[in-house]
């Protein structure tokens, strides 16, 4: 089966440099203490907003049109 998946294309005009991105969101989750205040555990995460952009881990630029979706190659199943 081919699927797709996010991938940075081509490098940052900026930095010159094929590094990655991250997105900036707003997400919301239940974190939970212990009696003491030491966390212990947390819930899912739920994105609120956010998501839409990605930036270069590098310099920070805007690389939106530089993350596209990518066909992944198909198994070769001739063993």
């Known amino acids: 089966m ?3 998946h996010l991938q940075q294309v081509a ?5 010159n440099l094929l590094s990655g991105w991250y997105e900036k969101r707003v997400c ?12 212990f555990d947390t819930s899912n995460m739920e994105r609120i907003s956010g998501g839409a952009r990605r930036y270069c881990i590098e310099c920070d630029r805007d690389i939106t049109e530089l993350v596209q ?9 001739a063993g």
Not at 11 to 15: M, T, Y
Not at 28 to 39: A, M, V
Not at 69 to 76: I, K
């Open 11 to 15: 490098s940052c005009p900026r930095c």
């Open 28 to 39: 919301k989750y239940r974190q939970i203490f212990d009696p003491d205040g030491t966390p």
């Open 69 to 77: 979706m990518v066909a992944e190659p198909a198994a070769d199943l």
């Open 2 to 4: 081919v699927g797709e």
